[in-house]
């Protein structure tokens, strides 16, 4: 008999999976619930939203995806980090907190439908994220704009030092 509470779950994960831009799956086992609470204060602060769910729903959940491969990651308790704003937000927020948190055990992730190992993940979590690259790009920007401003005023100082010289030769002449 199915139950009314678990088809709403697995229509949740199914539109969460489907907007999600990268999900990272993690083991939670022998987290306190105040460890749980920071985990999330810290997810929600970067838009990525952390939730429990139960294997067999997920794995419902994840029709499009390659069962075989999920499958695989779906072992004990599963907790699962949907990046919605970014790619990299998830994989940051999980590792970084796993490092303060042994307990907290990465198991895996997806971006673009590919399987990311845990060490991928990690790999992830190392690329700048949004912010960072569109300060690097402004930088970038500004560069060659600020090294155009230096040679004007060297320009502009030269041609005056000259014309003082000038000046302090004809006066001394005078």
Do not use: W, Y
């Amino acid at each position: 008999m199915v139950r009314p509470d678990k088809v709403a779950e697995v229509e949740l994960l199914t539109d969460k999976l489907g907007k999600a831009q990268c999900l990272v799956l993690a083991n939670f086992s022998g987290l306190t619930v105040a460890d749980m609470g920071e985990l999330r204060g810290k997810c929600r602060e970067q838009n990525v939203e952390f939730r429990v769910v139960k294997n067999r729903l997920l794995k419902r959940a994840s029709v499009g995806m390659d069962n075989a491969v999920i499958e695989q990651l779906l072992t004990g308790p599963t907790g699962v980090a949907f990046g919605l704003a970014g790619p990299v937000d998830p994989a940051k927020v999980l590792v970084e907190f796993a490092k303060g948190h042994e307990k907290l055990e990465i198991k895996g992730g997806f971006l673009d439908g590919a399987l990311l190992t845990a060490t991928q993940v990690e790999a992830l979590a190392t690329i700048p994220g949004r912010q960072e690259l569109l300060c690097m790009i402004a930088r970038g920007f500004q560069g060659p704009t600020q090294n155009f401003v230096g040679v004007l005023h060297g320009l502009m100082s030269k041609c005056v030092r000259t014309l003082d010289a000038v000046a302090k030769q004809k006066a001394e002449a005078a």
